[in-house]
């Protein structure tokens, strides 16, 4: 049973391009997260989807950071225009769909985007 | 948010169990208790959570004290593998939270 899978694994963008990150959630999972671990700190939420919805976004920057989980294929974070700022690990999580789904999220091994 | 407090960091022997303290004097009657860790360059690894009563599962058990001010992560046997930053998270609604907030975590170093 494939874990969450996420790629990249590394990314290299110039400042001002544009950066997809995909995540692949462990089969049966329909809850996935965005997490952002900039250097030194601890991770950060970011945005919470379930299949077509977004249930929480709080945790996303107002601009240039969008997220999606389409019915069908992986959940997309992308990020448009970046800066040197935006240079962290970001990490998918996923959960199953039951009650309290979201005590147990299953991390995949994260993307790290370099801007220079 | 609920704040937990971690030593920093914490040194244990290969195959000797190690508890990792965790103080979340401000909990409610609803907080679940989460583990995780991280290992060097991978993402967070989900460990073991709960309420009220101890629980154990195949990776470790966790000690919740009967005031749920203070919980304990137990490895019964730490090997190589285990060193990793812990971190002890509360989730403030009842399980309905799904923000998990890192922390900074203790970092476990394990000798050989």
């Known amino acids: 049973n494939a874990g969450v899978m996420q790629n990249p694994r590394h990314l290299v963008r110039r400042r001002g391009q544009e950066a997809r990150l995909r995540c692949s959630p462990m089969?049966?999972?329909?809850?996935v997260y965005w997490y952002r671990q900039l250097p030194e700190e601890g991770l950060k939420f970011m945005v919470y989807l379930q299949k077509e919805n977004i249930i929480d976004e709080s945790g996303m920057p107002k601009e240039r950071f969008s997220a999606e989980f389409p019915k069908e294929g992986p959940s997309i974070l992308r990020i448009q225009q970046v800066v040197r700022g935006d240079s962290a690990a970001y990490f998918c999580a996923s959960s199953p769909p039951s009650g309290l789904a979201h005590l147990e999220q299953y991390f995949g091994p994260g993307t790290r985007l370099t801007v220079t | 948010d609920a704040k937990t407090t971690q030593p920093n960091s914490m040194e244990s022997n290969e195959e000797e169990p190690v508890h990792l303290p965790c103080n979340h004097s401000t909990i409610s009657g609803t907080d679940y208790i989460h583990w995780y860790r991280q290992l060097p360059s991978q993402g967070p690894e989900y460990v073991i959570h709960g309420l009220t009563s101890n629980v154990n599962n195949r990776m470790a058990s966790l000690a919740i004290a009967e005031d749920r001010k203070s919980s304990t992560l137990i490895l019964h046997r730490a090997t190589l593998r285990d060193a990793a930053v812990y971190y002890c998270?509360?989730?403030?609604?009842?399980?309905?939270?799904?923000?998990?907030?890192f922390g900074k975590g203790t970092l476990l170093t394990v000798n050989p």
């Open positions: 089969k049966g999972h329909s809850h």
């Open positions: 998270i509360l989730d403030e609604s009842g399980g309905s939270n799904y923000k998990l907030t």
